[in-house]
């Protein structure tokens, strides 16, 4: 298994309140991704990053801020919580060595916001 | 952005029989990737088959198998001799050369095996 972590593994906050989930990786991959996950959606990207410094908006970024100042953290950030904001968040990486193309996940983050 | 389908919201299977599970998907593109994934009860995402779609061949890891039909852009999953442990909602996910190596999933299809 891909060496990838998710911290806090659950969270409940409250609405208006800032929250970082983390995501940590040993693999040395120079992409990672952030995802939600909520019923009749599937995974939608939210932001992702192509290296250090260097990320980029997804699908469903409004509402959430990224930041990536070492290689093997990747920080999710909900500067306000909002209600709609409840989830499970998954975190990615991916590399273009090896199987390039293939996408390995974290344990995921379920988020309340109450 | 491309379009991922997924048409069964659910099915299920008896033990140890076949079961095919189905995906489309839109895209303008040549050069792409093709994919499922599992997750089961535990939430985890694990990658269970990928096809290139530059290969004609279909993509084949034991008990699972695709049929790629490029021109019909059609990627489904078959699962043979079905177990318990299969028991688990199926994503397909499609990667193209645009936009940063982003994945679109479907919205899945979730699969029970009936003992």
């Known amino acids: 298994d891909a060496g990838i972590t998710q911290s806090p593994r659950h969270k409940v906050t409250e609405t208006g309140t800032p929250v970082t989930l983390r995501c940590h990786q040993t693999?040395?991959?120079?992409?990672m991704y952030w995802y939600r996950q909520d019923p009749g959606h599937g995974l939608r990207l939210i932001h992702y990053?192509?290296?250090?410094?260097?990320?980029d908006k997804g699908e469903v970024s409004d509402g959430y801020s990224v930041s990536r100042s070492k290689t093997e953290d990747f920080l999710l950030t909900l500067e306000s919580a909002t209600s709609s904001q409840t989830s499970v968040y998954f975190c990615a990486i991916s590399d273009w060595g090896g199987a390039p193309d293939t996408q390995y996940f974290g344990p995921g983050t379920r988020l309340t916001v109450l | 952005a491309q379009t991922v389908t997924q048409s069964q919201p659910e099915m299920s299977v008896q033990e140890a029989e076949t079961v095919t599970l189905s995906c489309t998907y839109d895209t303008s593109e040549s050069n792409y990737y093709l994919f499922w994934y599992k997750q089961p009860p535990s939430r985890q995402m694990i990658l269970v088959i990928r096809?290139?779609?530059?290969?004609?061949q279909n993509a084949t890891e034991n008990r699972f198998s695709v049929n790629f039909q490029k021109a019909a852009k059609s990627f489904s999953l078959k699962i043979s001799d079905s177990q318990l442990g299969d028991t688990a909602m199926y994503f397909c996910a499609f990667m193209g050369r645009v936009g940063g190596n982003q994945f679109y999933f479907g919205t899945g299809t979730s699969l029970t095996v009936i003992p």
């Open positions: 693999e040395n991959h120079r992409y």
């Open positions: 990053s192509y290296g250090v410094k260097d990320t």
């Open positions: 096809q290139e779609a530059y290969k004609q």
